[in-house]
């Protein structure tokens, strides 16, 4: 009696862990504070607006949009920059973005296959707004990562509606993380993935300027929260089964075995092994900065996605993309000369290490408030949130 009681005890379905963000379990990157939202719209007036896609039993994607401001986004340009970690993807209107260092529509993050749809859509968007009747160049930007585990990506469904869903519902409000928009179908470190975002305000003293983050997080490597190895700890974590088979060929040869013999495990050839995937970054201020000094910020939010455990494989499309929405450095694409004051050199300082801690804590965000998303291909579960906050405080990091 009692083997069929247990039996029946642990074919009862696992209850799950409610979500929380990075704070509620002491995960709070850095030194300076974040502000009041702990998000990119803390940066004042810019607004995030998600459209989530979940069609049948195979189409499990989205889009997210993040609008810089509420003014004539095309005539009151923002300064921008790009800055690649690791090219493996499709960036949609970057080459304009660069060479003129400024944007000129919102920001639009959705599927590896869906950008030019989404690019498309952007842009009928732009052309109906009635200030914008006589223009005839419009470059969108649109980011992505491949959420082909979970989405039937070669499936493409149409984007127009969820591009425009997302563009209406922007708000500078509190932003949904996790599973949603853009993030829908997304994994890291085989957990599932999504959208995170987090900022940081700096004193005074510093200029007192904000830096907001917001994260589309589908990437792999060897998860790590605040130093702890969590990854290998719970047992998940890139090149895990070659690890191991090395581990198993040791103890054989250390036994005087055969330690060339076939373990029958498969080899950890699959891009999920291998920590691929792909990371969306984008990073808003208020500090007035040229695409220069934007640039030299995105390359600093590389370091906070690092420490999360990503080593930005071969197969991970690692992108950011950074924008100012201070009215000194907004551009007229009218105005024959453009005087700005932008911060010098040595005030960076403080921003870089701002955009480190804020990306760090995205990511986190991103992987926390994550919930299950299932499809045809199978169900992707967020990472346990009560065994992180167990490793954790075993090593006295709590709330």
């Not at 007192?208 to 060897?222: A, E």
């Not at 690692?318 to 000194?328: E, K």
Request: with cysteine.
């Amino acid at each position: 009696m009692r083997r069929v009681l247990l039996l029946a005890f642990c074919m009862l379905p696992l209850p799950l862990t409610a979500q929380v963000r990075a704070r509620a379990l002491g995960l709070k990157p850095g030194v300076f504070r974040p502000g009041p939202l702990n998000a990119i719209t803390d940066v004042a007036g810019v607004a995030v607006g998600q459209a989530t896609v979940s069609l049948g039993d195979s189409i499990r994607t989205g889009v997210t949009a993040i609008v810089p401001h509420g003014g004539d986004l095309f005539r009151e340009r923002v300064p921008a920059a790009l800055h690649v970690g690791n090219g493996f993807g499709k960036l949609l209107g970057v080459t304009q973005l660069r060479e003129l260092g400024e944007l000129e529509t919102p920001l639009l993050l959705t599927c590896t296959l869906c950008i030019w749809q989404v690019g498309d859509a952007v842009a009928q968007y732009m052309m109906a707004r009635p200030e914008n009747a006589s223009v005839r160049s419009i470059n969108p930007v649109v980011g992505e990562t491949n959420d082909g585990a979970l989405n039937a990506t070669r499936a493409r469904p149409g984007m127009a509606a969820a591009v425009q869903q997302a563009l209406a519902a922007a708000s500078t409000g509190p932003v949904a993380e996790g599973s949603v928009g853009a993030g829908h179908g997304t994994v890291m470190f085989g957990w599932k993935g999504g959208i995170g975002t987090a900022s940081r305000r700096l004193p005074a003293s510093l200029g007192g300027h904000t830096v907001g983050v917001l994260v589309q997080g589908n990437y792999g490597g060897v998860l790590q929260m605040a130093g702890v190895p969590v990854g290998p700890l719970l047992g998940r974590y890139a090149f895990q089964r070659d690890v191991e088979r090395d581990v198993e060929r040791d103890v054989e040869r250390d036994a005087g075995r055969d330690a060339g013999r076939d373990t029958g495990r498969p080899p950890g050839d699959a891009g999920a092994e291998k920590g691929d995937g792909s990371c969306m970054i984008v990073i808003a201020t208020d500090a007035p900065l040229l695409a220069r000094n934007l640039e030299r910020l995105g390359a600093r939010a590389i370091m906070g996605l690092a420490r999360t455990g990503s080593s930005a494989s071969n197969g991970s499309g690692d992108y950011v993309l950074a924008f100012s929405t201070n009215p000194r450095v907004r551009r007229s694409p009218d105005a024959s000369v453009n005087t700005n004051d932008e911060l010098g050199n040595d005030a960076m300082s403080a921003l870089f290490q701002a955009v480190t801690e804020a990306t760090e804590e995205a990511l986190y965000n991103a992987l926390l408030m994550a919930t299950p998303v299932s499809s045809r291909a199978g169900t992707v579960r967020p990472l346990p949130v009560d065994s992180v906050r167990r490793l954790l405080e075993a090593r006295g990091i709590k709330p």
